[in-house]
């Protein structure tokens, strides 16, 4: 069992930067890869970004590679996303989640966090 608490949401001009975190409890945390997911109202939730369990292995949408960084810190049990250069349809919950392979889809990740908000301002 792995739970994951997403933090540092929050309202940004366009071109700023922000710096989510993904808390996960349990000492299995080491051996998942995780992913960033992210949905906009009215939208699928879509993936963003994927890190293996070592973190030698990271995977971006098209959309945000070259903008937004995975990263993990194992002995913290934390893995975050970087954004830079956000823009305003970046707006949208994000998810982290935990997975026993890396992916860019929703099916193979087992355990989700309850999410936090990023809103980009024009």
């Known amino acids: 069992q792995v739970r994951l608490v997403e933090s540092g949401g929050g309202l940004v001009q366009a071109g700023g930067s922000l710096r989510l975190s993904c808390a996960a409890s349990?000492?299995?945390?080491?051996?998942?890869?995780m992913g960033w997911f992210r949905q906009a109202p009215g939208k699928e939730r879509g993936f963003v970004a994927a890190i293996s369990w070592s973190g030698g292995s990271t995977y971006y949408s098209d959309s945000v590679k070259g903008r937004f960084t995975i990263s993990r810190d194992n002995a913290k049990n934390t893995v975050y996303l970087q954004m830079n250069s956000l823009k305003p349809e970046d707006t949208a919950a994000y998810y982290c989640a935990a997975s026993t392979v890396v992916s860019g889809t929703i099916d193979p990740y087992d355990y989700w966090g309850q999410g936090t908000q990023v809103t980009v301002s024009s």
């Open positions: 349990g000492r299995t945390f080491r051996s998942y890869a």
